[in-house]
């Protein structure tokens, strides 16, 4: 349970930097807090809410990384490959 009140913690605060990245005015510890109380009100109403949000936010993540693969396929050369062994 303490391992996951820090992994709660470093993501929280790993998403803060990037909100912040995002939204220049906005503190890092203060986005990060709200984060973990967020998650922790979605937690006290239920796990089946928890697995809900954990579903929305695992697809967003598959699109994202789906956008980026599918974007990125049209700068792929393959002479940047050869030769292929060191």
Sequence with gaps: MLGNAFAGAVV???????????????????????????????NFFGIRQSAELNDILVGAKLLILSFFVILGLGYIRIENFLPFTP
Aim: hydrophobic content about 65%.
């Design 12 to 42: 929280s605060l790993g998403f803060a930097y990037y909100f912040t990245e995002l939204v220049p005015f906005a503190h890092l510890k203060i986005v990060a807090l709200l984060l973990c109380v967020a998650f922790t009100i979605i």
